[in-house]
């Protein structure tokens, strides 16, 4: 059983158009989180959802929406895609915000533009 | 200011040999966690071992063992034993007490790890 998911695992697409990439985790945690990563392998922390409660929401712009219908999914909308925007993105999961808290990624999602 | 430091982008480790990779980080949080994650080249990231500041001994998973510094700030990764499969980026993270909620899991820049035949 895959803990968390993410579709589509890749996903390319011209400069202007609008994408979405779904996120689902069956661990029962409470925060879900989503990663940017780029070609020279940062991970850099773009949005985080405790409860469906926007928790964190990094220098990100705002062509970027995440939307968690339910504790169990986190959606991220993005608009006007630009060539910058692409990358790996991950998906992850935790219990809760404790320290001790470690996440669980989805398999992560490469959207090239065009 | 980076929070977390990798200063190795790249290792060579013979096969069945043990090999130590260096992770920094700086916090003011007296409590805080500290974490290792493995990224082979399929993409997937994959949680290793964890070590919580207040923890007395040092975390092991299996051949994983986090030689864990405090006075210091250092978290390194010991893998001992090394198999072709460990080949793969490593990348070193910490989480902050959740009152810091802006300074959430952060990633260091990753090490890539080579293991030799």
Sequence with gaps: ?114 | AQKITQTQPGMFVQEKEAVTLDCTYDTSDQSYGLFWYKQPSSGEMIFLIYQGSYDEQNATEGRYSLNFQKARKSANLVISASQLGDSAMYFCAMREGPGNYGQNFVFGPGTRLSVLP
């Design chain 1, 1 to 114: 059983d895959t803990a968390v998911s993410q579709t589509p695992k890749y996903l390319v697409t011209q400069m202007g158009n609008d994408k979405s990439i779904k996120c689902e985790q069956n661990l029962g945690h409470d925060t879900m989180y989503w990663y940017k990563q780029d070609s020279k392998k940062f991970l850099k922390i773009m949005f985080s959802y405790n409860n469906k409660e926007l928790i964190i929401n990094e220098t990100v712009p705002n062509r970027f929406s995440p939307k968690s219908p339910d504790k169990a999914h986190l959606n991220l909308h993005i608009n006007s895609l630009e060539l910058g925007d692409s990358a790996v993105y991950f998906c992850a999961s935790s219990q809760g915000l404790g320290s001790y808290n470690e996440q669980f990624f989805g398999p992560g999602t490469r959207l090239t533009v065009l």
